[in-house]
């Protein structure tokens, strides 16, 4: 588990850099929680406590204090930030929406980052900047790569290798980077393969996977002020197996294109334009008869996800003002399809489904004196969905999705072009107390729109339904947080509280239709609130005390009913040792019980809870030397005691004959060797 530790400013930066990275560099993991940062491009250099090998996004972030995962197998954890999930989140991979390519979520944004192909990663909580696209209630996430830095050699690199015992599973990576300032050229490739896991009670859990990622990257500086980047991306999943699903998955690839043009400006009060192009496709099937035991009816779902889209960014300081300001757009495509193994079409799963999102934003950052930052920012976008298939039939007997849709009590028609004209903002002021003490407010509204498995899926067979709703109206986020923070000789610390007045939420709930469940989607008026505090204690030069705390509570207001999917209480305390080459930590995770659930079949609520959740608590240990000639040797022991748990979000193992969620791994030790050049 990675464990974060506090650097305390008049901004605060939760900072857990986890590997060692390209040359002397390290993968930094920004959480911006409380108060804003003052600069943009501030990055923080805290040392690193490690973690256990991970290539997965997901599996990253669900090791963050505050941040957990929705778990189907041993790849492609799904995010959850302060109880949203899903497209309540902005993911970007270098500045690329990637989007899934699998209804039932096998395929999350973050299963195609792999970890160690970026050179940061910055978590931003809640809604603080308008920058990245609409929506982002929940926070934005960015993966993100930077120009390679040379010495007078001109080359750069990093070889490395993992194995980790549970599992067997083990990775082989390359990064290789060659250049100057005027240019460069950045080659990057991993490879992974798992086998199914073991739980705390020793029970197999179905959970390999093989992961294949390929990257090229060049860049060329065109004259003193101006740069070209470039990139392509492939990533490959293939026999990935879930243990939360009925089906697997033989593969699931993403193609990612990427153009960065950038200028800065010498004179007058713009200061840089940034011009962000780039194109994802990404191909994914599932059965549930090609990797486990087939029944009586074998079945696949070959789907596709196309997402195009650009982002223009200025930079500019007027009136004393660090102004943000752009457009961006952003175009996504999906097909799915429901087939019997002879490749016969029995439902049109996502019928064509079309959004098309054009924005405009603006956000302004001003320095009111020593004490004082104010920052706001508004946002506008023009939404346009359709499902460019709606009457295209399939199946026995024959429906088109249009005719599913109105079993769930849609209108005829109800596919057809829709406009939504979202509007968004934040407001933010940061006011020191004092050199030690410092508070912080942010007043928010955030606009999602419906994504296209809540518009659009058409399910409808023999055993259960799934249909969406193409009337959906969008969320509205509202959202109130305050923060305090203090920056003592003996502790640094931060308490944030955060409320979240959502009118429309959607909500995915199962209902009975006649001897068989429907899942369907409305809108209820829904709030979510919660606190975190953060803590860091130097013991002396070499040892410190950490602990984190997270809280979250979800409400459908409606029906009075809690939300599903809501993380228990969670402690997290960690001491670390540090001595010039050595570090050394432990890990000591506490995690409640949860109990405001809503079960799938209940009345009136949302029913994507599998059960109440008992509590537990683990224990994870690591060390870590690097060595004067590059090499770094890191190890450790992840659940020490091998205990027995589920994360209470993780979907239900429908492979074990219970209604338990999918468990998390028993003890598993591992090791990595890197050898950076």
């Known amino acids: 588990m990675i464990k974060t530790t506090l650097s305390l400013a008049i901004a605060t930066i939760i900072s857990a850099p986890v590997y060692a990275g390209h040359d002397d560099k390290t993968l930094v993991i920004e959480i911006t929680s409380g108060l804003p940062q003052v600069e943009n491009t501030l990055k923080s250099e805290t040392s690193a406590v490690q973690a256990s090998p991970t290539t997965d996004g997901g599996e990253l972030l669900q090791s963050l204090s505050g941040v957990s995962g929705i778990r189907m197998g041993g790849r492609s954890i799904d995010p959850v930030i302060r109880g949203q999930s899903q497209t309540q989140l902005n993911i970007l991979l270098d500045g690329a929406y990637v989007h899934g390519g699998c209804p039932n979520r096998m395929d999350p944004p973050t299963s195609y980052s792999n970890v160690d192909s970026y050179d940061s990663v910055t978590v931003i909580k809640g809604n603080r900047t308008v920058v990245y696209g609409g929506g982002g209630s929940g926070g934005t996430v960015l993966f993100e790569r930077d120009w390679p830095q040379f010495d007078e050699k001109g080359y750069s690199g990093e ?352 209902v009975t239709a006649g001897m068989k469940n429907r899942d369907i989607y409305r809108n209820v008026e829904a709030e979510l609130y919660g606190a975190e505090l953060e803590a860091a204690y130097p013991l002396n030069a070499n040892w410190q005390l950490g602990s984190s705390l997270a809280w979250t509570v979800g409400n459908n207001l409606d029906d009075d009913t809690p939300l599903s999917r809501i993380a228990p209480l969670e402690l997290n305390s960690s001491l670390d040792y540090q001595k010039e080459r050595l570090q050394m930590g432990v890990e000591w995770q506490l995690v409640s019980s949860q109990k405001d659930i809503c079960l799938s079949g209940a009345a009136n609520c949302g029913g994507q809870d599998v059960r109440k959740t008992p509590g537990y608590g683990i224990v994870n240990m690591h060390a870590q030397y690097e060595f004067e000639s590059g090499l770094s040797l890191i190890a450790g022991v992840d659940n020490l005691m091998d205990k027995a748990y589920t994360v209470h979000e993780s979907r239900g193992d429908v492979t074990t004959g219970t209604s338990y969620q999918v468990t998390e791994p028993g003890r598993s030790a591992w090791i990595r060797v890197t050898q950076s050049f």
């Open 159 to 510: 070889l490395s290798a993992s194995y980790q015992g549970n599992s067997d599973r083990y990775e082989l990576g390359a990064d290789v980077a060659a250049g100057s300032d005027k240019g460069y050229i950045r080659v990057i490739g991993h490879k992974t393969e798992a086998d199914n896991y073991e739980d705390g009670d020793g029970n197999e859990v179905r959970s390999s996977f093989e992961s294949l990622s390929k990257s090229l990257l060049v860049g060329y500086r065109l004259t003193d002020t101006t740069t070209l980047e470039a990139s392509y991306e492939k990533q490959e999943e293939d026999d990935v197996l879930f243990a939360g699903a009925g089906m697997d998955s033989p593969y699931a690839d993403a193609d990612t294109t990427r153009l960065k043009l950038t200028h800065e400006f010498e004179q007058g009060a713009l200061q840089q334009m940034q011009l962000e192009l780039y194109k994802s496709d990404v191909k994914h099937n599932m059965d549930n008869y090609s990797l486990r035991p087939s029944g009586m009816m074998k079945m696949q779902a070959p789907s596709t996800s196309d997402t195009e889209g650009l982002r223009l960014i200025f930079d500019a300081r007027a009136a004393d003002i660090d102004w943000t300001f752009g457009a961006d757009m952003q175009n996504n495509e999906r097909n799915a399809e429901l087939q019997n193994a002879a490749g016969v079409v029995q439902r049109i799963m996502w019928p064509g489904a079309e959004i098309k999102q054009t924005g405009v934003f603006a956000e302004g950052e001003k320095v009111l004196g020593a004490d004082d930052i104010v920052k706001g920012g508004l946002r506008y976008d023009l939404i346009k969905a359709q499902a460019t298939r709606r009457d295209e039939t399939a199946g026995m007997p024959v429906y088109s999705s249009d005719d599913i849709w109105q079993m769930a009590g849609a209108p005829a028609g109800a596919g057809e072009e829709r406009t939504e004209h979202n509007v968004g903002g934040f407001a933010s002021w940061t006011h020191r107390l004092n050199d030690q003490y410092s508070v912080e407010s942010t007043l928010s509204r955030s606009v999602r729109t419906a994504d296209a498995t809540e518009r659009y899926m058409a399910r409808f067979t023999m055993t259960g339904d799934w249909i969406g709703n193409p009337e959906l109206a969008p969320e509205k986020h509202h959202q109130l947080e305050v923060s305090l923070q203090g920056n003592l000789e003996s502790v640094n610390w931060s308490a944030t509280g955060w409320y979240n007045r959502v009118n429309d939420y959607i909500l995915r709930q199962t």
